[in-house]
């Protein structure tokens, strides 16, 4: 997987009954017909009741520049998705997390951004509170807000294109499931 160190990072590729049926390397297989892989996304909260958004690096290639939750990210192979979230957290953030419970497990979204790029994934969304400072790494954040949770509502409502599509999704999905408005 391609971590802090460099190594090749490889995705699970996903029938669309969503069984794994092999492993790719994520550079070959996000483009412009990426085939069904999976990934997770993570809602940060901290002690207040805020939500973390990050806007993404501008090097990055999907949605460079656009706001959207915590961090997102693939487990590697065999690797247990719960221990990849707090890798990524880890890695992407610097951040600690507590409370990391499974909030929309079925969550799947195809979305192609302004470039053509395609995402395609079977994205388990978890929630988890944050334990420890924020150091984002500036390879993939550009900038980090705490939100209020009704601001955040408001500003998807009347501006979702300046948003992830997964995020505007992912958080409709969470109040309608009334996931946000727990504190993990």
Not at 97 to 107: E, I, M, V, Y
Not at 116 to 125: I, Q, R, S, W
Not at 148 to 154: C, E, F, Q, S, T
Request: aromatic fraction near 6%; glycine fraction near 6%; proline fraction near 8%.
């Amino acid at each position: 997987m391609r971590t802090m160190t460099g190594h090749d990072e490889r995705v699970v590729l996903l029938n669309e009954d969503g069984r794994p049926t092999g492993v790719a390397d994520k550079a070959s297989v996000h483009g412009a017909s990426t085939p069904l892989h999976l990934a997770f996304s993570c809602h940060v909260s901290d002690d207040a009741g805020r939500i973390l958004l990050t806007r993404r690096a501008l090097s990055k290639r999907t949605w460079p520049g656009v706001w959207t939750n915590a961090f997102c990210g693939h487990p590697a192979p065999f690797e247990p998705i719960p221990d990849a979230v707090e890798r990524r957290a880890r890695e992407e953030l610097g951040l600690a997390l507590r409370a990391l419970r499974l909030a929309l497990p079925d969550f799947r979204y195809r979305a192609v951004d302004a470039s053509g790029m395609v995402e395609n994934e079977l994205c388990p969304v978890y929630l988890a509170v944050a334990d420890s400072e924020l150091s984002a790494r500036p390879d993939e954040v550009l900038e980090a807000r705490w939100v209020d949770p009704a601001d955040l509502d408001v500003a998807l409502a009347a501006a979702p294109w300046a948003f992830s599509p997964w995020l505007v999704r992912q958080r409709q999905e969470l109040v309608q499931a009334g996931a946000a408005a727990r504190t993990p």
